[in-house]
């Protein structure tokens, strides 16, 4: 049974930082896509980062770029998403999700998903 579990949301105030984690497990993921996405209340779910599992490629929103830094460690099968600079518009959940996909910024791409873990910015 796969699972994807995140950890390390909260609340931080406007230039903080924060590293999420999403723990994997259930099967191999050498072949798949890691990515992390984010939901705001009334919003669509948006792309925020992704990384290839095998050869670590990783790929970035614009709105984040230069901010965020995704990352995974094999040994732990954990993929992690350092967030600094943060600001108010950060604020959603954020979700982990696994895909065997070149097309990683679809959400409807990925086929496992975690539960998400609240990220709220304060100004």
């Known amino acids: 049974q796969v699972q994807l579990v995140e950890s390390g949301g909260g609340l931080v105030q406007a230039g903080g930082s924060l590293r999420l984690s999403c723990a994997a497990s259930?099967?191999?993921?050498?072949?798949?896509?890691m990515g992390w996405f984010r939901q705001a209340p009334g919003k669509e779910r948006e792309f925020v980062a992704a990384?290839?599992?095998?050869?670590?490629?990783?790929a970035y929103a614009d709105s984040v770029k230069g901010r965020f830094t995704i990352s995974r460690d094999n040994a732990k099968n954990t993929v992690y998403l350092q967030m600094n600079s943060l600001k108010p518009a950060d604020t959603a959940v954020y979700y982990c999700?696994?895909?065997?996909?070149?097309?990683?910024?679809?959400?409807?791409?990925?086929?496992?998903w975690g539960q998400g873990t609240q990220v709220t910015v304060s100004s």
């Open positions: 259930g099967r191999t993921f050498s072949s798949y896509v």
């Open positions: 999700a696994a895909g065997h996909t070149y097309y990683y910024t679809l959400s409807n791409e990925y086929n496992y």
């Open positions: 990384i290839r599992w095998s050869g670590g490629n990783t």
